[in-house]
C-alpha cells in the first residue's frame, strides 16, 4: 500500500534519543492502520512525491520508435536506444550518475535490456581489448510525466524530420494534459 501525504515536525524522546517520526497521509489510513497495528515491525519508505505518466505515453514513445526505425530501415531496440540516448534520462544512484565499462566491441545498441549512453571515454584493458565508458540510461517506463514529455517531444521532431506523420501539436498538448504535465 501506498500513501501520498507530508511529514510533521518529528518528536525526540530525550531520555533515549530516539526519533519519531508523524506523517500525514492525505488518503484514509484508518482501515490500512486496523491491518497493520499488530505487527511489531514494519518497513517504511519515504521520498518525494512525483506524479507518475500515464502508460498511453509510453504507448505513444514506443509507436513513434517502430515508426522511426521502419523509416529509417533499422531495428526498433537500435531505434530506441538512439532515441533514451539522445533524449532520455541518466540512472542516479547515491547521488551519482552509473557508469558502466563495457568491451568496445559488443554492440551495445541492439540490446533491449540494457540503455546506456556512450562516452568518449575508452581503456585498453589488461585483456588487451578496447573498452568504453557508457552512462546508464533510465527504461522509459521508469519516466514521470515532464520526463516522459521531453523524451516525446524530441522523439516527435526526429519524426517530423524524417517526413513521418505524429500527432499534431494541438494532439500532444492534449496528450501531455492527459498526462499531467504543466505546458507553459
Not at 44 to 51: F, G
Not at 74 to 89: A, C, D, F, I, V
Not at 143 to 162: F, H, K, P
Request: glycine share 8%.
Amino acid at each position: 500500500m501506498k500513501y501520498t501525504g507530508r511529514l510533521k515536525e518529528p518528536l525526540i524522546d530525550y531520555l533515549t534519543g530516539r526519533l519519531t517520526i508523524l506523517f500525514e497521509p492525505y488518503e484514509d489510513f484508518r482501515d490500512a492502520y486496523e491491518g497493520l497495528k499488530g505487527y511489531e515491525k514494519l518497513s517504511l519508505e519515504i521520498k518525494p512525491y512525483r506524479k507518475h505518466r500515464s502508460l498511453n505515453a509510453n504507448s505513444y514513445f514506443h509507436l513513434l520508435v517502430g515508426k522511426l526505425a521502419d523509416k529509417q530501415k533499422t531495428s526498433k531496440p537500435y531505434m530506441k536506444n538512439l532515441m533514451l540516448q539522445r533524449y532520455g534520462q541518466l540512472e542516479v544512484e547515491n547521488e551519482g550518475v552509473v557508469s558502466l565499462i563495457i568491451r568496445d566491441d559488443i554492440d551495445i545498441m541492439e540490446r533491449e535490456e540494457l540503455h546506456v549512453r556512450p562516452t568518449s571515454k575508452t581503456r585498453t584493458m589488461d585483456d588487451g581489448k578496447l573498452y568504453r565508458i557508457y552512462l546508464l540510461l533510465r527504461g522509459s517506463h521508469t519516466y514521470d510525466t515532464a520526463e516522459m514529455s521531453t523524451l516525446i517531444d524530441g522523439v516527435v521532431q526526429e519524426c517530423r524530420e524524417c517526413g513521418i506523420q505524429t500527432a499534431t501539436p494541438d494532439e500532444i498538448a492534449e496528450m501531455k494534459q492527459k498526462w499531467g504535465v504543466v505546458i507553459g
